[in-house]
C-alpha cells in the first residue's frame, strides 16, 4: 500500500458509521495499510454490536478480532489515538471532522439507505455503501450491499439495487431470523449474544410486550438494553447456522462489502495499476462481463532472480 522503508505515512481513511459492516470495512482497510477513523453518533443503535466499533462510544473502548477501537470526543484526539494503534471512534454525527482531517479515503458506511449528507467533492475518493447513493454524482463509487450474486460489487455508474425491506437469506431463512420490535418504547434485553434460542423464546421486552425469537439459532445480534425504539424496528438477528463463534467474527456479508470497498479505494487513489484493457473500477449492475485482459495481457510483476 505504502513504502514504510521510505517513511510515507498511511493514507488515512474515513469511515461514516461504526456499525457492523462499517467495522468489517475498517478492519479490511486497516490490513491492508491505512489509517483508518471513523464516526458515530451520542446513541447508535447497532444489532451486532459485539463486532462493532460502534460498541466504543458506550464502552470507551472495544475490541474486534484483534483490533482496538477507542472513542474519541474531539478531533485533536485522532492524531495520539491513530499513532497508538488504534481506531479513533469519533462523535461526530455530521461528519464535520471531514474538513480537518482531510481524507484521502471517505466512505459513508452509515446505512440509512439514503444520503445523509455525504458529497463526492469530500476527498480524492469517496465511495458509499448500498442504496441512496449514485456512482458519479454522491460517490466515486457505490459498494453493493444486497445479499447475493451481485454482493460486494463496485458500481462505478449508477446505484445499488433498491431496497425492498426483505432481508436476504441465510440457510434459507429470511425475514423470520429477524427480532423486531412488537411496539413503541423502551427495550430491555432479557438474553445475550451468543445465546441459542428457540422459536418462540422471549429474548427482550419493550415496556410490557415481550419480544419473541421467530426462528430457531444462534442470536447473533441483539439491542443493547435502554434505547428508545420504534414499532416494527429490527432488535435482534437469529442466525440459523447456529454456530455461537460466528457472533465474535464480522460476517461473511462485511467481508464481501469490505473487499468492494478496498478494490475500490485502490483504483481511485491509484494504489494499485489497473489490469491493461480494462478500467480500474467494473461497474456490475447491468450483469454484462468486462472484457477479457487475455490478448493485451495484465499487470508483469518484476520477478527476483
Known sequence: MTDRREGR??????VKGAGDLATGVALRLRRAGFAVVMTEQERPTVVRHTVAFA??????????????????????????????????VLLDPEARSVAALRPALLVDAIMAKRNLGTSIDDAPAVVALGPGFTAGRDAHAVVETKRGHTLGRVIAKGAAAADTGVPGEISGVGEERLVRSPAAGVFEARRRIGDRVAAGDVVGRVGESPVPARTAGVLRGLLRSGLEVREGMK??????????????????KALAVAGGVLEAACALLGLIAPAQGSPPIIAAEDGRAAPSTETTGGPRPAFRS
Open 9 to 14: 505515512p498511511p493514507p488515512l481513511a474515513l
Open 55 to 88: 460498541e466504543a462510544v458506550y464502552e470507551d473502548r472495544t475490541t474486534v478480532e484483534g483490533v482496538t477501537a477507542v472513542r474519541a470526543d474531539d478531533v485533536s484526539q485522532v492524531e495520539r489515538l491513530l499513532a497508538r494503534g488504534v481506531v479513533p
Open 235 to 252: 432488535l435482534g438477528d437469529v442466525d440459523p447456522r447456529g454456530l455461537p463463534a460466528h457472533c465474535a467474527l464480522v460476517s461473511d
